[in-house]
């Protein structure tokens, strides 16, 4: 990786407003690169990796139209460790692959910095893609509403998906900067703006 960009890795549990936080970083002109939109990009039609998909899973996880079908896959490896491990060793080197491509363009750009969305930075073992872990967080109560109202979900799910991940304050150990985003936007945006100005500070030569 190039060693003149600074990769901050950007992650958090479900519903704990990372979009929101890297949207302030986008604003910023900053790049940023979203892993889920990489992982969509790696089994695009006519990829490696969706070859290697359907050769394990079958053809059933495809659409009519040869596109991944995410739902049905998502379904068949959600309770499956041994075959949510086999996707897994397929993707992450495609997605590897594609982020090391973008953090290139992004340096050759110029940028000094670039921010690096992963939900699943620190589970994943893709903490080497980055030089720095930052944490987006919430209260446990304020995640559970969350979860709740955005998926239209019961309490018995909502606490489901929440325990089959990562407890936030295993995160929060992880990360040399932790952002609380429990309160309002307002609030989560002055705070940004703090750590954002001690980042750029304490980096005077970009």
Known sequence: ???????IGLTGGIATGKSTVARFFTDRGIPVIDADQLARDAVQPGSPALKQIVATFG????????ALDRKRLGSLIFSDSDKRSQLERILHPAIRKLAEARIRQAAAA???????MAPLLIE???TDRVDDIWVVTVRPEVQLERVMQRDCI???????????????ADKEHCGSVVIDNSGTE??????LEAIWAQ???????D
């Open 124 to 126: 994943a073992g893709a």
């Open 59 to 66: 053809r059933e996880i495809l659409t009519s139209d040869g």
């Open 110 to 116: 110029g940028h000094k910095r670039l921010i690096y």
């Open 154 to 168: 019961s309490l018995k799910q909502a606490l489901q998906i929440i325990g089959s991940q990562m407890p936030l």
């Open 1 to 7: 990786m190039p060693n003149t960009i600074r990769v």
């Open 186 to 191: 307002a609030e989560t945006i002055s705070a």
């Open 199 to 205: 980042e750029t500070g304490s980096n005077r030569n």
